[in-house]
C-alpha cells in the first residue's frame, strides 16, 4: 500500500478513461473501494479511509468520494464502523475543493436509497448526517456545488426518502431565508425554482403553512423579473396543491398582475399555465374572470404571447366541460357515453352488441331530422329566434336508427340539386345566373298530378322563399340580369297561388260565397304583396326600395317568360333563390350577421369560441405562428366534448376546414383523434359528418393515413352495420403504401384486422379478410408474419364459434396449400407457427386441428431445412402433447405424436433435439433468434 498515493496520481487518465461511476463491487477491474485493501501502512481499513479522505492528494479525495457508497456497504454490517463512516462523510462534506463537495453531493441519493434499504438499522442515520449536508450545500458559494445539491434534492423529493419532519423543519427554513427580499439575487432565484418543483411533492397544509403566502409575495417582485417569471411557470402547480378555495382568495389576483405584466416572457409563462389554473376555480371565475383574462391575452402585442395564448386556448376551453351537459365522461383515459343516472336518454333504441352505448341524448338532434325537416326558411326564422338552440326534432326522430345510411341518403335526397353548370369565378364578379334553357329543354312534361305532387312537398314554404328572394331583388332592379329574374320568380310564382287557389276551391265549395270571394282576396293581397313594380316598367326607382302600398293586390306589368319555361317545375328554383339571397347578403350586413348566429351557444363564453374558430384563418399563420392550425386540430376533440353534441354545428366548419388543409401535419392530428370525435358525436353525426372526411384520409399520405389505420377498429365499431361493411371493400387498400419498406404499416393494419374480426360476419370474413390475412403472413419481415398468425387463428375461431365449418374447412385446405407445401422454407415455418398458435389459443376443435392440419405438421418433421423442423419439434413437444385431447389414451393420433417426437429428438441438427427433448415446463428463451 506504500505506493497507493503514487498509484492514484500516476493512473489519473486511465481511471478516467474507464469511468469509476459505472464500477460496483463485483467489478473485474480497477475497484474504488482498494484503498481499502490491507497493505504496507498496518492501518486497518477505517484508518485507511481516513487517510486518504483527508489526503492533501485531491485526486484522492474525489475517489474517496465517489466510492462512498461501496465504502457504506462493507462496513453495513457493523453499526459502530458504519457510524463512523458517517462521520467522516460529515467531515468530507466541508472539503474546501469544490470538485470534492460535487462528488459527494452526487453521491448522496445513491447512499440515501442504501440507508432506506436499511432503515430498520439505521433509522436517523439519513436525517442526522445527509440532510444537513444537502440544506447548507443550496448555500455553497461555487455554482456546481448548488446545482448539484438542488438536483439530489428533488431526487430525494420524488423517492420519498426525506420526511415530512425535515421538510418542514429543515429544508423549508433555509428556501424561506433564501426568498428574503434582502436575499442575494443568484441565490434567490435558485430557490424560488427549488420551492416550485418542491411544492408538488408537499400535502396541501405544508403549502398553504409555509410557503404560500411567500409564494405570493415572490409574484410580486419588483426587481427580478427572473423571479416573477419562475412563480408565473409554476403558478399552476401553486394552484393545484392549495385547492379552489386558497387559489380564488390568494392566488388569482396575484395572477392578473402576472397576466399584465411588462414583461412579455412572464405573459407568455402565465398563458402556457392558463388550464390549470382555471382547473382550479369555480365555474363563475372561470366564466366571468378567466376568460376576459384570456382574451387579453389572445390579443397580447407580443407575437409570443399570442403563440402561446391560441396554443393554449383548446385547452383551456375544455376546463368548461360538464359531463352532464355534453353527455359524455373520461373513464380510464376514454372518452365514454354517460350512463342513464347522469343524463336523461328519450326514445333511444341500441343495437343489442352496444347495448352500453347510447348514440341520441335528449338534447342532441339527428342529423336525418336536421336535413330532412328544416328548410333553408325555417332556418332562418329560427335563428332568428333561438340563435343558441338546436332545430326541434320529432320524438321518434330521436331514436337510434339502425339503418343510419338510409337517413343520410334520405337527407341527400331532401336538400335540392344545385345547378350542373360550371363557371369560372375569374370571369364574374359574383355567381353568374344560371342559363336554365339548356335544362328546360331536356325536362319532360308532367301531368297535373305530378305538378300538384312538386308543389305539395314544398308547399308554402316554396311560395315564401320565392317573395323572400323578390324582396331581396327589389335594391337591384337596375341589372338586367336581375330583371330577368325577377320574371322568372314572379311567374313561379303565380303558378303557386294558382294551385293554392285550386286546392282551395274543393274544401271551400260548401261556404258562402261572400265568405269565399273575401277569404280568396285576402290570400291573393297576402301573396301580390311582394310583386313590386320595377324601374324597367316606368316605376320611380327610389320608389321601388320601400313597399308601395298603392300597389298591393295589383299585378305589376312583367315580360312573359321564355316560351319553353315551365312555371311547375321546382328544380331550378332554389338555385335562383340562393343566387338572390347570395347577391342580398352582400350587399345587407344583418344577414351576415344573422348567419353568425348559428355559432353562438351558452356553454363557454362566446369570445373564447370565436377565437378558436379563427385559428383556422390563413392570417393567423402569418401574425401568430405558422402551426396554429395543427394546435387547433389538436384540441378540437376537447372543445367538441365540452360544447356536446347539440353544439357540433358552431365545430362543423372549421373541422372540414382542418381536414382539407394543406399540412399533412394538421390532417394527421385529426386522422389519429377522429375516433375519439366520433365517440362524442354519436352514430347519426358521424355518420352524417366524419365519414366523409374519413374517407378522404383513407386516400391522403400515408403519414395521415397511419393515424386512421391506429384506431380503425375503435371508428368502425360506432359506425352502424350497413356503413361498417362498405369499408370491408376498402381494407385491402391499406396494403398498398407509398413506401413498401414501411412495414410498421402492415403490422399496424394486422393488428387492427385482430380486433375488426368481431364486427362483421363469418361470410364477410372469408370473403375479404382472408386474402388479406394469408398475403400478410407471407410478408418479407418477421414481426409482421408474426401477428399475422395471431389474426389467421382469430379468423379460424370466428368460423368455429358461428358454426362455419365449411368455411374453416375451406380455410385450413388453402394454409395447407399456400403454407405447407411452399417451395420456400420461410412459408413452411410459417405452417408451424400457424399450426402452434391454433392448438394454443384453442381456437378450433382440436379434433379437427388433428384430422386437417396435424398430418401436414408431422410431415414437415422430415423438412430438409433444420430451422423448419425446429419449430416443428417445438410445437409438438411444447404444445401439441401439453392438451388434455392428445393426452388421452384412446386418442388415435397420440402414438403418431410421439413417434414424431421421438425421431426429432435423434436429428442430426442440435437445435432440433433440444427442443425435442426439452422439459414443456422449463423456462426457455424465445426461438425467434434462432429462425
Known sequence: MAGLSLYFEDGHDDLDDFGFDDYGTECDGIRITAFLDAGQDNLTPLGRLEKYAFSENVFNRQIVARGLLDVLREFSDNENDFLTVMETVARMSEDGEPTVRAELMEQVPNIAMFLHERRPNFPAAFSRYLVPIVVRYLTDPNNQVRKTSQAALLVLLEQGLISKNDVESKVCPVLLDLTTPNSDDDYKIEAVAIMCKLVSMLTKDTVEHLLLHRFCDLCSDGRLFQVRKVCAANFGDFCSIVGQDATEKHLIAKFFELCSDSVWGIRKACAECFMTVSNSTCPEVRRTKLSPLFISLISDPSRWVRQAAFQSLGRFISTFANPAGAGLYFKEDKCTPAGRSEIAVEGSTCREQDKNRCEVWKDAPTAGSEAAQITPSNCTEERGAQPASPAPCKAEEQRCLPAASENSNNSAEASPESSEDTYNSFNYWRPPLPDISQDLELLQPQDKGERESVWSSEGPATRREIQKALESLQPHMDDPDVQAQVQVLSAALKAAQLDAHSEEELPEASQDSCGTTQQQQEQQEQHETPLLASPSDGADPSDSEAPPVSNVGVEPPVKKPPLDYDPYDNRMMPQLIENAQELHREQDPDLLFEEETSKLQNVIPQQLLDQYLSMTDPARAQTVDTEIAKHCAFSLPGVALTLGRQNWHCLKDTYETLATDVQWKVRRTLAFSIHELAVILGEQLTAADLLPIFNGFLKDLDEVRIGVLKHLYDFLKLLHADKRREYLFQLQEFMVTDNSRNWRFRYELAEQLILIVELYSHNDIYDYLRQIALTLCSDKVSEVRW???????????????????????????????????????????????????????????????????????????????????????????????????????????????????????ADRDRDVRFFASLDPSASTEDTAALI
Not at 398468425?789 to 364459434?801: A, W
Not at 375451406?810 to 417451395?823: K, T, V
Not at 410431415?859 to 401439453?882: F, G, M
Request: aromatic content about 10%; glycine content about 4%.
Open 787 to 905: 401477428i399475422s398468425y395471431r389474426l389467421v387463428v382469430e379468423i379460424l375461431r370466428k368460423f368455429y364459434m358461428n358454426g362455419a365449418n365449411d368455411l374453416g374447412l375451406n380455410f385450413l385446405n388453402e394454409l395447407i396449400m399456400r403454407f405447407c407445401h411452399c417451395p420456400k422454407w420461410v412459408g413452411r415455418q410459417a405452417f408451424a407457427f400457424i399450426c402452434q398458435a391454433v392448438v394454443e389459443e384453442d381456437c378450433m376443435p382440436m379434433g379437427q386441428f388433428a384430422q386437417h392440419l396435424l398430418p401436414s405438421l408431422i410431415a414437415l418433421s422430415a423438412d430438409p431445412v433444420a430451422n423448419v423442423r425446429v419449430l416443428v419439434a417445438k410445437a409438438l413437444r411444447q404444445t401439441v402433447l401439453e392438451k388434455a385431447y392428445f393426452k388421452d389414451a384412446g386418442c388415435p393420433h397420440q402414438e403418431t405424436v410421439e413417434e414424431t417426437v421421438i425421431a426429432l429428438q
